[in-house]
């Protein structure tokens, strides 16, 4: 069984920064593209940031420059830097991740992680 565990949202100050965690688990034969969405209240789920398995990456306007989207795959593990934080980036975070994996035969998936809360406040 695979599964996605977030770590790392938190409170902070206009001008902070955080890093968010997603490590994967499981019989995890590769990650395809993993990304990081996030829903404000009252608004609808957007892309943050994602990567590919190649390395290549893609940012959503309101976040180029002060966000930044890595991964291990040693660890299968994405993380994302967070800086010069806004209150605008107030969101649930959620990581994303299409996963190549053993369960009986050879599948592959998209997971979701549980979601953690980023609030940007003085």
């Known amino acids: 069984q695979v599964q996605l565990v977030e770590s790392g949202g938190g409170l902070v100050q206009p001008g902070g920064s955080l890093r968010l965690s997603c490590a994967a688990s499981g019989r995890i034969f590769g990650i395809n593209v993993m990304g990081w969405y996030r829903q404000a209240p009252g608004k609808q789920r957007e892309l943050v940031a994602a990567i590919t398995n190649g390395g290549n990456t893609n940012y959503a306007g309101s976040v180029k420059g002060r966000f930044t989207i890595s991964r291990d795959d040693d660890k299968n593990t994405v993380y994302l830097q967070m800086n010069s934080l806004k209150p605008e980036d107030t969101a649930v975070y959620s990581c994303?991740?299409?996963?190549?994996?053993?369960?009986?035969?050879?599948?592959?998936?998209?997971?979701w992680g549980q979601g953690t809360q980023v609030t940007v406040s003085s």
């Open positions: 994303n991740a299409d996963i190549t994996y053993y369960s009986g035969s050879v599948r592959r998936d998209t997971y």
